[in-house]
């Protein structure tokens, strides 16, 4: 029976601190939260038709024209991914560039020469949010 009461009290102390942590990060109170813009440039390079080549220079471009001045100073990180109808996720592998402004709407960076060719590769472009781009095609070496 001892066991069984320090059971229900440990229980019970674990509930009591967990509780306001819980309240303040599903909204039901005003304390904890902080409200924050999520902007997700929308990715106007690549596009569906764009064949690169493993190991060569490219680059990718997105909007800029709607940021909000509270994100201005968001660095960003571009990572390469792809997509496989038979497993969920976009399979992010490859960080390609980072630290990068995101108000410069374009970065350049050098493909990892040991990319397998695939037609379902996308980018997705970090800053205080991500976004992907359309499937695009990648040729080995």
């Given amino acids: 029976m001892v ?10 102390t674990i509930a009591a601190t967990a509780l306001p942590v819980f309240a303040s990060a599903t909204g039901n109170s005003d304390e904890g939260l902080v409200a924050r813009t999520v902007y997700a440039p929308k990715i106007t390079y690549p596009k569906k038709s764009t064949e690169w080549r493993a190991g060569t220079h490219v680059h990718i471009t997105w909007s800029v024209s709607d940021i ?3 994100v201005k100073g968001t660095k960003g ?21 980072k630290g990068f402004p995101i108000t410069d709407g374009r970065v350049g960076f050098e493909l990892p020469d040991n990319l ?3 037609d379902d590769y996308i980018v997705v472009l970090f800053g205080d949010s991500g976004n992907a781009s359309p499937e695009f095609t990648i040729h080995s070496a």
């Fill in 68 to 70: 909000p001045d509270d």
């Fill in 116 to 118: 397998e060719e695939r």
């Fill in 3 to 12: 066991r069984f009461t320090s059971l229900i009290a440990a229980a019970a």
């Fill in 77 to 97: 990180m571009v990572k390469l991914g792809h997509l496989d109808p038979n497993d969920p996720g976009e399979h992010l592998a490859n960080t390609l560039a």
